[in-house]
């Protein structure tokens, strides 16, 4: 294992995304600041995190003390957008003792075994996420909204260089605390849109978050887990290429047991079998980068392609000849599912601050998001990847220069209820209603947000509002 470990480190480091200049890298200075952030009045957890920190939550003196006492962390957001990655070595040994100690690491190979990963750093981003939600807050209540706007940009910048990590488990944390980060900018657009000037909502809705690129050429898929799934493949087989039922036994059902810890009595057996039954080296290799690079071909694709509704390489990989590579394989399925999600939340916060934008200019909000574009908003930002374009048949597919449909949109002429998971919230006649298509692919009209995405008003200030959510 320590062989294999020390080879998956290696070429991890030579990625094409890892081989820049120190000077390019930000995770020393990011870092370092991190761990001399003073202890928050409550630990990280489901209750205490960056989504349910807020100015009238209960104890709220308290955080915005904490968030004014480590001011230091402005300037490291910001240092951190300048730099090309974030750029943090695997391996524990690779990292300052005092990281190690604390857990800020992205280990390979824990627990001594090559498919078990500590990322232990991911709980200092989310410290730092906390503290910058926070102060982000604290500086619109007092007013300085320069200062807030650039932090909350600083704070989404850094979290998008951290989706360009290599392994699946990252990727998807991150991509999940980014939208989480977009959510939390339209709650304090919505709370504070009266003390922004027209000209900073437009600047961020043309010239700011539209940089932050996460469409299929700028966001890649992770290759960590293609490297390490290789090297433990490999490990399988003796020097002839035959499968080891030893290691199947060793390595396999420890595997399956991590995931699915009622099939322990049965594992042992099964995997001995299947080694009797399983494709050479050679095969089972072969197999697993036909997975790969099929994933990495309809990553490209854009939405709606014809081929993406065929089943992948990893679905018609024979579950018998191919059983260990079935198991190794992380699915990334859900990637795709996330890249979509992301988007939708990307594009829908652009349109929400257009919206301000307009209706801090114009005193009202406008009839058709059309009104924005070119003044506010580019046309390309009111898209929602959800939503299939209107076609009459396939072979008009083509001829579409947009990916997907448009958002829906409308204007509340009398108080209209939208139902939440929380409760029934309020939006009053004079708003507007933003939304897109959920993951049943239909428009359900915009009021339950169970059943479509809600992205303006921003669902989490009508249910704080409304008292439903603390």
């Known amino acids: 294992m320590a062989d294999?470990?020390?080879?998956?480190?290696?070429?991890?480091?030579?990625?094409?995304r890892m081989v820049v200049s120190d000077d390019a890298k930000s995770w020393r200075s990011f870092f370092d600041a991190c761990i001399s952030i003073s202890p928050p009045?409550?630990?990280?957890s489901d209750t205490f995190n960056m989504n349910t920190v807020w100015p009238r939550m209960v104890g709220w003196s308290a955080v915005s003390e904490w968030a004014s006492e480590n001011e230091h962390m402005e300037d490291i957001f910001i240092e951190a957008t300048r730099r090309a990655i974030i750029g943090l070595p695997y391996g524990r040994e690779n990292v300052p003792e005092n990281y190690a100690s604390q857990n800020v690491i992205a280990d390979i190979g824990a627990d001594g075994h090559l498919n078990n990963y500590d990322f232990g750093y991911i709980q200092m981003v989310q410290l730092a996420c906390l503290w910058a939600?926070?102060?982000?807050?604290?500086?619109?209540?007092?007013?300085?909204t320069d200062r807030a706007m650039q932090l909350m940009m600083s704070e989404m910048i850094v979290l998008r260089k951290f989706c360009d990590r290599e392994f699946l488990k990252e990727k998807i944390t991150f991509m999940d605390m980014l939208g989480d980060a977009l959510a939390n900018s339209r709650d304090m657009f919505y709370t504070y849109r009266l003390d922004i000037?027209?000209?900073?909502?437009?600047?961020f809705a043309k010239e700011w978050l539209p940089n932050i690129r996460v469409g299929p050429t700028s966001l890649l898929m992770p290759v960590g887990d293609q490297i390490l799934g290789e090297s433990?493949?490999?490990d399988l087989f003796n020097e002839q290429g035959m499968a080891d039922s030893s290691k199947f036994d060793q390595v396999l059902t420890?595997?399956?047991?991590?995931?699915?810890?009622?099939?322990?009595?049965?594992?042992?057996?099964?995997?001995?079998?299947?080694?009797?039954l399983h494709r050479g080296e050679g095969d089972s290799l072969k197999r697993m980068k036909m997975i790969y690079d099929d994933w990495w071909r309809r990553w490209k694709l854009r939405f709606f392609h014809p081929m993406l509704t065929t089943p992948t390489q990893f679905e018609n990989a024979n579950a018998v000849n191919y059983a260990a590579v079935k198991m190794i394989v992380r699915d990334t399925e859900e990637l795709f599912v996330k890249r979509k999600t992301l988007l939708t939340q990307m594009n829908g916060t652009i349109v929400s601050a257009a919206l301000c934008g307009y209706s801090n200019q114009f005193g009202e909000y406008p009839s058709s998001i059309k009104k924005m574009y070119a003044q506010l908003l580019h046309r390309i930002n009111?898209?929602?990847?959800?939503?299939?374009?209107?076609?009459?048949?396939?072979?008009?597919?083509?001829?579409?220069?947009?990916?997907?449909?448009?958002?829906?949109?409308?204007?509340?002429?009398?108080?209209?209820?939208?139902?939440t998971l929380r409760g029934n919230v309020a939006i009053e006649s004079g708003e507007c209603l933003l939304y897109g298509i959920s993951q049943n692919g239909e428009n359900d009209g915009g009021t339950d947000a169970d059943l479509d995405t809600i992205i303006w008003p921003p669902l989490k200030t009508l249910e704080r509002n409304a008292g439903l959510l603390k």
């Open 197 to 203: 000037m027209p000209t900073q909502f437009r600047r």
């Open 232 to 234: 433990l493949l490999a």
């Open 382 to 419: 009111n898209l929602d990847p959800m939503r299939k374009n209107e076609m009459r048949n396939d072979s008009d597919w083509d001829l579409y220069i947009g990916p997907a449909g448009q958002f829906h949109y409308r204007l509340i002429e009398k108080k209209t209820m939208i139902s």
């Open 133 to 144: 939600t926070a102060e982000s807050y604290v500086l619109f209540e007092e007013g300085e």
């Open 41 to 44: 009045p409550s630990p990280l």
């Open 4 to 16: 294999s470990r020390a080879t998956v480190i290696e070429k991890l480091k030579i990625q094409p």
């Open 254 to 276: 420890q595997m399956q047991v991590e995931v699915e810890p009622l099939t322990s009595f049965g594992a042992k057996r099964y995997w001995t079998n299947m080694a009797e």
